[in-house]
């Protein structure tokens, strides 16, 4: 099992990281080109086009992935109509959004609102549906080289047209906007040949009512819940605007998130590679054997996270130093700390919420991402007003502890489980981990690199004694 989530995850991850590694590479050069203020503008228009893209998909991928694992032979037929449904109402939505993004651009970059609006609305309308339909196909069968292929694809584009667009045209926040857009025709492309010309899924535009709304029906519950990702991720940045926070403010707080962004997608190949044997632990028949062995992966993934993180904070500062060239940008580092430690609680969220998804209670998650979102957001206004912008890091610090650990304290949830996942420990161990590594930061490069040995060393002799095992 772990061999394979391996392999998986480097396919995964791999293709994916090898351009977004390239585009680290570059932010030496990008970022003598760019200003606070730029990333403030990027940051608060990223904050507003991922709010409203959460109800894109109207939480259809868990419709998606229930008809895939009850019915393997006959699924087909039903996501094409699903995707129908879903061509028709991206297209609208996408105009809508446009508009929206086109109202609240920052002043800064006034000039620059219909680009802006029209490069963030037209992937909607036109490439989203199909995104959705070829990602989850291709993550439900265990298919990882196109998810693979797409990703390196993209990210190429997007480096590429950063470098270009930035440093060679210098055009600041607007090279962003323009990369994102080709990077997302690029990926619609190769999505298009897969799910189309090859696996004939093309959408069915006549589609049966009774069953968009019966899917609709168990689909709509959970949009609170992926909301969440939105409060937790960005929402900060969108609250800092409406707090009027300078811009350059903004951006310093952007370029901090966008360090823990980078682990985030990094990690994300490993979430992937995870799913489908959550799937196959948490679908069968309820029995003793599946839940410990779902415990086990979920205690690897953890242990994994909090010992890279910590090595990556530890090394936070010097990291800035060598790939930010700009003194300005550098001050980032401390908040970057927060946000990155933040991110472990995906481990023991995932194994909570899969749980609950495969014991058909799927509508309580709201219970445990709503609520963590909602509460981020509400400590943002409280505490930003008082402390500065610094504060919407350990607001989402507070947030995602409870979103990783809350869950396994629901009622709803205590009555499926089969074991004990032992959630305070592995809460008291991230704090602990945090608290370490914040104050380790500013450590001579002797001590740091002592401390790194041995955190490493302990872990490779873990790792190998579990493989033994």
Same mark, same amino acid.
């Given at each position: 099992?772990?061999?394979?989530?391996?392999?998986?995850?480097?396919?995964?991850?791999?293709?994916?990281?090898?351009?977004?590694?390239?585009?680290?590479?570059?932010?030496?050069?990008?970022?003598?080109?760019l200003?606070?203020?730029?990333?403030?503008?990027?940051?608060?228009?990223?904050a507003?086009?991922?709010?409203?893209g959460?109800?894109?998909?109207?939480?259809?991928?868990?419709?998606?992935?229930?008809?895939?694992?009850?019915?393997p032979?006959?699924?087909?037929?039903?996501?094409?109509?699903?995707n129908?449904?879903?061509?028709?109402?991206?297209?609208?939505?996408?105009?809508?959004?446009?508009?929206?993004?086109?109202?609240?651009?920052?002043?800064?970059?006034d000039?620059?609102?219909?680009?802006?609006?029209?490069l963030?609305?037209?992937?909607?309308?036109l490439?989203?549906?199909?995104?959705?339909?070829?990602?989850?196909?291709?993550?439900?069968?265990?298919?990882?080289?196109?998810?693979?292929?797409?990703?390196?694809?993209?990210?190429?584009?997007?480096?590429?047209?950063?470098?270009?667009?930035?440093?060679?045209?210098?055009?600041?926040?607007?090279?962003?906007?323009?990369?994102?857009?080709?990077?997302?025709?690029?990926?619609?492309?190769?999505n298009?040949?897969?799910?189309y010309?090859?696996?004939?899924?093309?959408?069915?535009?006549?589609?049966?009512?009774?069953r968009?709304?019966?899917?609709?029906?168990?689909?709509?519950?959970?949009?609170p819940?992926?909301?969440?990702?939105?409060?937790?991720?960005?929402?900060?940045?969108?609250?800092?605007?409406?707090?009027?926070?300078?811009?350059?403010?903004?951006?310093?707080?952007?370029?901090?998130?966008?360090?823990?962004?980078?682990?985030?997608?990094?990690?994300?190949?490993?979430?992937?590679?995870?799913?489908?044997?959550?799937?196959?632990?948490?679908?069968?028949?309820?029995?003793?054997?599946?839940?410990?062995?779902?415990?086990r992966?979920?205690?690897?993934?953890?242990?994994?996270?909090?010992?890279?993180?910590?090595?990556?904070?530890?090394?936070?500062?010097?990291?800035?130093?060598?790939?930010?060239r700009?003194?300005?940008?550098?001050?980032?580092?401390?908040?970057?700390i927060?946000?990155?430690?933040?991110?472990?609680?995906?481990?023991?969220?995932?194994?909570?919420?899969?749980?609950?998804?495969?014991?058909?209670?799927?509508?309580?998650?709201?219970?445990?991402?709503a609520?963590?979102?909602?509460?981020?957001?509400?400590?943002? *206004?409280?505490?930003?007003? @008082?402390?500065? /912008? !610094?504060?919407?890091?350990?607001?989402?610090?507070?947030? +995602?502890?409870? %979103? #990783? *650990?809350?869950?396994?304290? @629901?009622?709803d /949830? !205590?009555k499926?489980?089969?074991?004990?996942?032992?959630? +305070?420990?592995? %809460? #008291?161990?991230t704090?602990?981990?945090?608290?370490?590594?914040?104050n380790?930061?500013?450590?001579?490069?002797a001590?740091?690199?002592?401390?790194?040995?041995?955190?490493?060393?302990?872990?490779?002799?873990?790792?190998?004694?579990?493989?033994?095992?």
């Open positions: 099992m772990l061999r394979k989530l391996l392999s998986d995850a480097a396919i995964y991850g791999l293709a994916a990281q090898l351009p977004r590694l390239a585009g680290v590479i570059t932010l030496p050069l990008l970022t003598q080109y200003t606070s203020a730029d990333y403030g503008v990027a940051g608060v228009v990223i507003y086009n991922s709010a409203l959460m109800l894109q998909s109207l939480g259809l991928v868990v419709v998606l992935g229930n008809l895939f694992s009850k019915f032979l006959r699924y087909k037929w039903a996501w094409r109509q699903i129908g449904f879903l061509s028709v109402w991206s297209f609208f939505y996408g105009i809508v959004m446009g508009a929206i993004i086109y109202w609240i651009v920052p002043p800064e970059a000039a620059y609102r219909l680009q802006i609006a029209v963030h609305a037209l992937p909607i309308m490439f989203a549906s199909t995104e959705i339909q070829a990602m989850h196909y291709h993550l439900l069968s265990q298919r990882p080289l196109p998810i693979g292929i797409r990703a390196f694809v993209i990210g190429c584009v997007g480096v590429s047209m950063n470098v270009y667009t930035i440093a060679y045209l210098q055009l600041g926040f607007m090279g962003w906007f323009y990369a994102n857009f080709l990077g997302a025709l690029a990926g619609f492309l190769i298009a040949y897969h799910i010309l090859k696996q004939g899924f093309w959408p069915i535009f006549n589609f049966k009512w009774h968009i709304k019966s899917s609709l029906k168990m689909s709509l519950p959970v949009i819940h992926n909301f969440s990702s939105f409060l937790m991720d960005t929402s900060d940045r969108l609250v800092l605007d409406m707090l009027q926070v300078p811009i350059p403010k903004i951006g310093l707080y952007n370029v901090a998130s966008s360090l823990g962004s980078h682990f985030l997608m990094a990690t994300h190949a490993i979430v992937q590679a995870s799913s489908p044997y959550y799937m196959r632990y948490f679908g069968k028949e309820a029995s003793q054997e599946s839940a410990l062995q779902a415990r992966l979920t205690f690897i993934l953890q242990a994994f996270f909090l010992v890279i993180t910590f090595v990556c904070c530890l090394w936070v500062k010097e990291i800035f130093v060598v790939l930010i700009n003194k300005e940008l550098q001050q980032a580092y401390p908040l970057a927060v946000i990155l430690m933040a991110y472990n609680y995906r481990p023991m969220y995932m194994a909570v919420t899969s749980l609950l998804v495969y014991r058909d209670q799927a509508s309580k998650l709201w219970k445990i991402s609520v963590g979102g909602l509460g981020n957001v509400v400590l943002n *206004f409280i505490f930003i007003p @008082l402390f500065g /912008y !610094k504060a919407a890091a350990f607001t989402t610090f507070v947030a +995602l502890m409870y %979103m #990783g *650990f809350g869950g396994y304290f @629901l009622p /949830y !205590k499926v489980k089969q074991v004990d996942y032992y959630p +305070l420990y592995w %809460m #008291g161990l704090v602990a981990t945090f608290a370490l590594a914040y380790l930061v500013e450590l001579a490069l001590y740091k690199a002592f401390i790194t040995v041995m955190v490493l060393g302990v872990a490779a002799i873990a790792a190998f004694q579990l493989r033994n095992s």
